[in-house]
């Protein structure tokens, strides 16, 4: 998938500029999809020559004009293009976190809470992700069941990623919590092994 296709789903909720689309990048499509302001801002320069986006420019007193950017029919159609597209490519994970799980056992006791630092610091931002996707769910449903949410609601496309995010974290939190406690035992044994 390209990032013109993340740009162009989030534009679907309506106008917005750069600096808004990076706001809800980090607010509504990061569980799925991560890209930088600066490739945001790219992106949309190239979106924009090409006809997919439209730009308008809001004059502002005290601060910086802004351009806020909005589909085009031709962006609108690349986009229904996209989805009914083939299957889409299975996820591949690239995580140097795991890479240093599957080395864990070359080295000693510093080593094991090095690693064990690193998955401790990945369960807290898993943690906090997590709450804050719950968060957006809650707002998302109002007070309406789940069922009643996606009987009546006009797009459900992001809430059901908003549940692939939520599993995602989950899973985390479950994988994190494993792995702390081998690793603990680890390097209880490994403590044990110096003592001798």
């Not at 917005?16 to 302001?37: C, H, I, Q, R």
């Not at 351009?67 to 989805?83: H, K, Q």
């Not at 990945?122 to 996707?133: D, G, I, P, Q, V």
Request: charged letters at 30%; hydrophobic letters at 40%; glycine letters at 6%.
């Amino acid at each position: 998938m390209a990032l013109r296709n993340a740009v162009m789903a989030a534009l679907l909720e309506g106008e917005a500029s750069g600096y808004d689309l990076a706001k809800g990048f980090e607010a509504s499509v990061a569980n799925f999809w991560m890209a930088t302001p600066q490739q945001l801002y790219r992106e949309l320069e190239r979106m924009e020559k090409e006809g997919l986006v439209s730009a308008r420019v809001v004059q502002q007193e005290r601060r910086p004009n802004k351009r806020l950017f909005s589909l085009t029919d031709a962006g609108l159609e690349v986009l229904r293009d996209y989805v009914g597209e083939a299957p889409a490519k299975p996820l591949a994970l690239r995580d140097e976190l795991m890479v240093k799980v599957q080395c864990v056992d070359i080295g000693d006791a510093r080593d094991v809470d090095a690693v064990r630092a690193s998955v401790a610091e990945r369960f807290e931002r898993s943690t906090a992700k997590l709450a804050r996707y719950q968060r957006m769910q809650e707002r998302m449903l109002d007070g309406r069941s789940e069922e009643e949410y996606l009987a009546t609601a006009e797009r459900i496309g992001p809430y059901l990623t908003l549940l692939g995010g939520i599993a995602l974290e989950q899973a985390n939190l479950q994988w994190g919590e494993t792995v702390l406690k081998r690793l603990e035992q680890r390097a209880s044994t490994l403590g044990a092994s110096a003592d001798d």
